[in-house]
């Protein structure tokens, strides 16, 4: 179909993989392995069932972070962002996050592990609003699932490479980075072809898994083209970031995606960020061949060091003040 703002946009074909026989340890992990390690090496992105996640976790994740944004915003700012500090917890409105050095069209809430203050950046307590007290609760739940979830797939992906299923967890994922964020997107006018929810861009780490509403906006950029990934009732949309493609060389492709409401309606998504260790170095996979495909991950040192060099372009003015 041709989009209003006048990219071909065709509707999505990513694979639909059941994940199941890695969280239960049925027979059948190799031949999920499979369909994940085509999945990666095609386009960097599937969708998941057989998760585990229970819906009426998703349920209450849902509507506690709708009754948040419908809150003023001045009492949505009582846990802004610079209340964080150094953890890099808290509310954003729209326009304030970039990409690529642009405002977004939408507004959310960063979250990430539960832990005590400490000297490290992007670690500590979370920032919770008073008026909706069950936003914690589900928050922290959800937090616990999807990590053993991001743990399971990432042993479909050793399998998949020809390495031990606990390769990942032993090493780069012991002790993980956690990161998720609520994001709400109002409607994309529709008159603005320039204006998106999220600008072009692949994600930093190992895994992003990410709940749609029933609102579509997801776009996949693959070598036939841009492709839609609407949401399909009871799955995740699971796309591999930089880290992983630099592990393997290129071999899996961390891939540009981007995100335009226009569905005409409010728009929530959740993604989860399943990555390395703050301080795991993320050199390549001994064997792993050829180059990344667009030569764009190049560093050298921690992923922390390498997170916050990212970050750093997301809110310039607040990594400044508080990093």
């Not at 639909?16 to 059948?28: A, E, Q």
């Not at 964080?84 to 326009?95: H, N, Q, T, Y």
Request: proline share 10%; hydrophobic share 35%; charged share 25%.
């Amino acid at each position: 179909m041709r989009a209003k703002w006048g990219t071909m946009v065709r509707v999505s074909e990513l694979p639909v993989i059941d994940v199941s026989p890695l969280l239960t340890n049925r027979t059948g992990k190799r031949d999920v392995a499979e369909r994940i390690g085509a999945a990666c090496r095609e386009s960097g992105f599937f969708y998941v069932t057989g998760h585990g996640v229970p819906p009426a976790l998703i349920e209450r994740l849902d509507a506690a972070s709708r009754r948040f944004f419908e809150l003023p915003e001045p009492v949505k700012n009582e846990i802004a962002m610079e209340r964080g500090g150094r953890a890099w917890r808290g509310f954003f409105p729209v326009g304030g996050e970039l990409t690529s050095g642009r405002p977004d069209l939408k507004e959310g809430v960063y979250f990430g592990a539960e832990e005590p203050p400490g000297p490290l950046p992007l670690h500590g307590p979370n920032l919770f609003p008073a008026q909706v007290p069950e936003l914690r609760e589900a928050v922290l739940a959800y937090l616990r699932a999807m990590t053993e979830l991001g743990q399971a797939v990432m042993a479909g992906i050793a399998l998949s490479l020809g390495l031990d299923e606990d390769y990942f967890r032993t090493g780069y994922t012991a002790d993980p980075t956690i990161l998720f964020r609520i994001f709400h997107y109002p409607p994309s006018p529709p008159d603005d072809p320039e204006t998106w929810g999220v600008g072009e861009h692949t994600d930093y780490g190992l895994l992003t898994l990410l709940l749609q509403d029933a609102n579509s906006g997801l776009q996949v950029r693959t070598a036939g083209g841009w492709i839609e990934a609407p949401p399909l009732d009871g799955t995740f949309v699971c796309n591999i970031g930089d880290m992983l493609d630099k592990l393997t060389g290129g071999q899996y492709r961390s891939t540009p995606h981007r995100v335009r409401n226009r569905s005409g309606n409010e728009r929530l998504s959740f993604p989860f960020f399943f990555d390395p260790g703050w301080d795991s170095e993320v050199p390549p996979l001994p064997y792993a061949p050829g180059h990344r495909w667009d030569g764009q991950v190049d560093f050298t040192g921690t992923y922390g060091q390498y997170l916050l060099s990212k970050v750093s372009k997301v809110f310039p003015r607040l990594f400044e003040r508080q990093l």
